[in-house]
């Protein structure tokens, strides 16, 4: 099935050619009530969508699309544990992981939610241990250190969560993250740890990950450098899938924390995957961010197609992907502690909508997932925002605007607020020759010297923008922003067609160094690879100390 040919899609292309020139700035001044006609909440968290090229035709054509497409049966089938994951044959039911309601949610005839409850209680009673001081270190000290070591989607959800979440980090306790495999990862990690402190999750999901194995072999030799064999129990754990390989490793399955093939990495901040979180602020704020999530769920699930924020969002990314032909979608959060939220947002979309298959195998001809990236801002302002307002690409941008700082430092937060908006509008409005002339003259520019300066100061505006407004960054807000856009990335699969939850482009990966690796030692004959490839290999083999 291809969407292009759906008549709603075919709506929305001769209604794109009507539209193209729409101006956002003149909408604005024809209707006073744009804002209300494109603002929804969700919760405490609000949507404001007017600053994007559409009108109240565009959204009904979009919504259209949407109805065409079943996605009110898809999120169904998502919900419900179906095997949507179609090419790994899978259920996809990160919701469950955050299913607070504990309704029954089955797989196989099995109600996953007595396995997610247990995994709950065992990291509850785990964070107990190691808080309250019943978990001590070999030498008797309590834990002062939590090291996470994985990569990908062991990593980069529960590294921006505890980023985010700094300003909830139990007194005397502190969270790292090791993911690369190169040695300056771990090694500049570890220099200031004291191994009678140290704890280390192990976070693989299929316990076979070069770079992660290979980091946690290194731990371990570090910590055997004071500690005996016998205490690695104390300072290793792990969360995986897989039982077999955490025992070849030496981390006893008491020490093992499940997850499961229906999780996929980039979703899994929300089960064990997430322990790091748990220690790092308490199990009370980890169930609190997924109530968060939770309560998003309910939203994306409940709320019509209308008044459904993931589904508004997915939609106007499909307009200006696949109509605008927009190739990329910036993410600014004007918070510093989401710092890593463009990362993590990074892997979420790319990973799942980078695809070129359609879930039939065939191979498509439209535009899928863009590129997202991203900055906190304001810094993003002093750097690439010249491209966002005059450069030669369409980029929607959105706005993430926490209300309310954690660290409330005189005027700081109105500034940052002040920026976000003055941008957002700014975008939208550009500025054009005239005001330009304005401008200048009041400057003291005239003759050849102003007409020679205008076009360079002139903005063509008519940019879009989402505003997402959080009133702080609670564990709840977190959660339920961080379940949105994992919403959002599904919507727009299912209007592509795609699965969105595999991810074979990685699994690439995973193979081609393996077989690399053997190459770049000497004297080893090298295997059959392209002619730059090998003579890469002979130099790095020549140049190695
Ligand atoms: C995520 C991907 C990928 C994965 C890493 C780590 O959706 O599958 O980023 O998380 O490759 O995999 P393991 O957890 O199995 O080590």
Not at 179 to 205: H, R
Not at 349 to 359: A, F, H, L, Y
């Amino acid at each position: 099935m291809t969407p292009l040919n759906i008549p709603e899609w075919q709506s929305l292309v001769r209604h794109y050619s009507d539209l193209k020139f729409l101006s956002m700035r003149e909408q604005f001044a024809l209707d006073s009530d744009r804002v209300h006609n494109f603002s929804l909440k969700s919760g405490d968290l609000l949507l404001d969508y007017s600053k994007n090229r559409i009108t109240k035709e565009t959204v009904e054509k979009l919504l259209a699309l949407a109805e065409s497409v079943d996605i009110p049966d898809w999120i169904e089938r998502m919900f419900s544990g179906e095997a949507i994951n179609n090419t790994e044959g899978r259920a996809v039911l990160h919701t469950a992981l955050r299913n607070r309601s504990n309704a029954p949610v089955m797989v196989d005839g099995e109600d996953v939610m007595l396995a997610v409850n247990a995994v709950l209680s065992q990291m509850k009673n785990f964070c107990h241990q190691v808080h309250s001081g019943e978990w001590l270190g070999y030498s008797g000290k309590k834990i002062t250190d939590i090291v996470n070591i994985g990569i990908g989607g062991s990593d980069l959800g529960p590294a921006m969560i505890c980023d985010a979440l700094e300003p909830y980090g139990i007194e005397g306790l502190s969270v790292h993250f090791v993911s690369n495999v190169d040695g300056t990862d771990l090694s500049t990690t570890l220099e200031n740890l004291n191994q009678e402190t140290t704890l280390f999750v192990v976070a693989s999901k299929t316990f076979t990950t070069q770079e992660t194995l290979t980091n946690a072999q290194s731990a371990r030799t570090w910590f055997l450098k004071t500690a005996k064999q016998a205490d690695v129990a104390k300072h290793f754990v792990a969360v995986s899938t897989n039982a077999q390989a955490v025992t070849e490793f030496g981390i006893d399955t008491a020490n093992m924390f499940e997850i499961w093939d229906w999780v996929g990495g980039r979703y899994s901040l929300w089960s064990a995957i997430g322990l790091p979180i748990a220690l790092y602020v308490g199990m009370d704020n980890f169930e609190r961010l997924l109530d968060g999530g939770h309560e998003m769920d309910n939203h994306f699930r409940n709320q019509p197609l209308s008044e459904n924020m993931p589904v508004i969002m997915g939609l106007l990314g499909v307009w200006y992907i696949n109509f605008f032909g927009a190739q990329t979608h910036a993410i600014v959060p004007y918070d510093h502690s989401l710092a890593r939220f463009p990362s993590h947002m990074q892997q979420l979309d790319m990973e799942s909508n980078g695809k070129v298959t359609n879930r039939e195998g065939h191979r498509i001809s439209y535009r899928t997932g863009p590129v997202i990236w991203g900055t906190p801002g304001t810094n993003g302002q002093h750097a690439y925002f010249q491209l966002i307002h005059q450069g030669t690409q369409l980029i929607p941008v959105d706005f993430v605007l926490p209300v309310n700082s954690h660290y409330p430092e005189c005027d700081h937060q109105s500034i940052l607020l002040a920026n976000g908006l003055a941008q957002s509008e700014a975008l939208m409005k550009g500025k054009n020759a005239e005001e330009v002339r304005i401008e200048l003259a009041a400057e003291g520019y005239e003759g050849k010297a102003l007409e020679a300066l205008l076009p360079h100061k002139v903005f063509p505006g008519n940019r879009p923008s989402n505003t997402l407004i959080v009133p702080k960054l609670t564990p709840e807000m977190l959660g339920q922003l961080v379940a949105l856009y994992e919403h959002k990335v599904f919507v727009q699969g299912v209007i592509w067609n795609i699965n969105s939850f595999d991810q074979w482009g990685v699994e690439l990966g995973k193979q081609l160094a393996k077989a690399i690796l053997p190459d770049l030692q000497d004297g080893v004959e090298i295997s059959a690879h392209d002619s730059s490839t090998t003579n890469l290999i002979k130099l790095i083999r020549s140049l190695r100390d």
